[in-house]
Nanobody, 119 residues
Framework: QVQLVESGGGLVQAGGSLRLSCAAS????????IGWYRQGPGKQRELVAT???????NYADSVKGRFTISRDNTKNTVYLQMNSLKPEDTAVYYC?????????????WGQGTQVTVSS
């Protein structure tokens, strides 16, 4: 079992920056890829960025060049550095971890953290 806890959200003006953290605990050896998703008001959940076990990254076109996903040396925490924030970035941001197939297909979700970008 894996637990994911997001933190770092808040209210920021357009053009500002925030760094989100996703702390994993429990059976972290079972985790494969980790991603950040977001859901804005009245919108569907969308993928923001992913990072694989080998360090490969992918980004949504809407955030490419502004956001950076990374992992610290302990391999227990994943970050999302968000720069040049825009009002359309306002959403609840969720951390997602996918299981390695060896441990059975499945995934884990954190509780989410609110990011609000004002004009």
């Amino acid at each position: 079992q894996v637990q994911l806890v997001e933190s770092g959200g808040g209210l920021v003006q357009a053009g500002g920056s925030l760094r989100l953290s996703c702390a994993a605990s429990g059976a972290t050896v079972s985790i494969g890829a980790i991603g950040w998703y977001r859901q804005g008001p009245g919108k569907q959940r969308e993928l923001v960025a992913t990072i694989g076990s080998g360090g490969s990254t992918n980004y949504a076109d809407s955030v490419k060049g502004r956001f950076t996903i990374s992992r610290d040396n302990t391999k227990n925490t994943v970050y999302l550095q968000m720069n040049s924030l825009k009002p359309e970035d306002t959403a609840v941001y969720y951390c997602n971890a996918k299981r390695l197939a060896f441990y059975g297909h499945g995934e884990y979700w954190g509780q989410g953290t609110q990011v609000t970008v004002s004009s």
